[in-house]
């Protein structure tokens, strides 16, 4: 069965820098758009990132914009979120997932395809 596997997280303070990293067996990550998500205890999954598969399109949250970088290696198979200028507020665990981009009237977004994908997520944990 397929299952994400997320890596990268730690502990850092504000101002610092981390780089999530994603990969799956028995999934080419280039076969779709790839998302990034995170999430608190008590709180919603939210996208924080995406990628389109073709590689030429990304979409960030609001709250991340300027400071997190998605990107993709395909020969690796891995999928990447470079967090620069981390703050408290990022603090959550990562996941990443297939996604499909949907078109809104606020913009676009990326929903995550296979419920049954969902790996253990990396901790992320910034530090005022």
């Known amino acids: 069965q397929v299952q994400m596997l997320e890596s990268g997280g730690g502990s850092v303070q504000a101002g610092g820098s981390l780089t999530l990293s994603c990969t799956a067996s028995?999934?080419?990550?280039?076969?779709?758009?790839m998302g990034w998500y995170r999430q608190t205890p008590g709180k919603e999954r939210e996208g924080v990132s995406f990628?389109?598969?073709?590689?030429?399109?990304?979409g960030y949250a609001d709250s991340v914009k300027g400071r997190f970088a998605i990107s993709r290696d395909n020969a690796k198979n891995t999928l990447y979120l470079q967090m620069n200028n981390l703050k408290p507020e990022d603090t959550a665990m990562y996941y990443c997932?297939?996604?499909?981009?949907?078109?809104?009237?606020?913009?676009?977004?990326?929903?995550?395809?296979?419920?049954?994908?969902w790996g253990r997520g990396t901790q992320v944990t910034v530090s005022s």
């Open positions: 028995e999934l080419p990550l280039d076969d779709y758009s």
């Open positions: 997932a297939p996604c499909g981009v949907m078109e809104t009237t606020t913009g676009r977004r990326c929903d995550p395809l296979f419920p049954s994908y």
């Open positions: 990628l389109t598969r073709s590689g030429r399109n990304t």
